[in-house]
């Protein structure tokens, strides 16, 4: 059983910045994309951004485009989401999630492994 564990949300205030981190148990973490997705209240799940299984592309929400970089170190089994400028309306739960294949997708459905989550907060 894969475990996924994310760790860096809390409380920030609007243009301020928060990494963070998702560390995957198991022994084949370069194998598969990995994804970031989160739920704001009220709101379903949305995609954020998603990274192939060695890091060589990227993908991001148009929402967060320009602000937010998905990345990955294989050595530590661990993927990172930096966002900056960070808005009110990303005030969600972000999740990561382990792909089913090799190349990320932008559906939850194609993700079978998923963290608990961690709540990014930003204030106006």
């Known amino acids: 059983q894969v475990q996924l564990v994310e760790s860096g949300g809390g409380l920030v205030q609007a243009g301020g910045s928060l990494r963070l981190s998702c560390t995957a148990s198991g022994r084949t973490f370069s194998i598969w994309a990995m994804g970031w997705f989160r739920q704001a209240p009220g709101k379903e799940r949305e995609f954020v951004a998603a990274?192939?299984?060695?890091?060589?592309?990227?993908y991001a929400a148009d929402s967060v485009k320009g602000r937010f970089t998905i990345s990955r170190d294989n050595a530590k089994n661990t993927v990172y989401l930096q966002m900056n400028s960070l808005k009110p309306e990303d005030t969600a739960v972000y999740y990561c999630?382990?792909?089913?294949?090799?190349?990320?997708?932008?559906?939850?459905?194609?993700?079978?492994?998923w963290g608990q989550g961690t709540q990014v907060t930003v204030s106006s």
């Open positions: 999630a382990r792909g089913r294949t090799f190349d990320p997708s932008m559906g939850a459905h194609d993700y079978n492994y």
């Open positions: 990274i192939t299984g060695n890091g060589g592309r990227s």
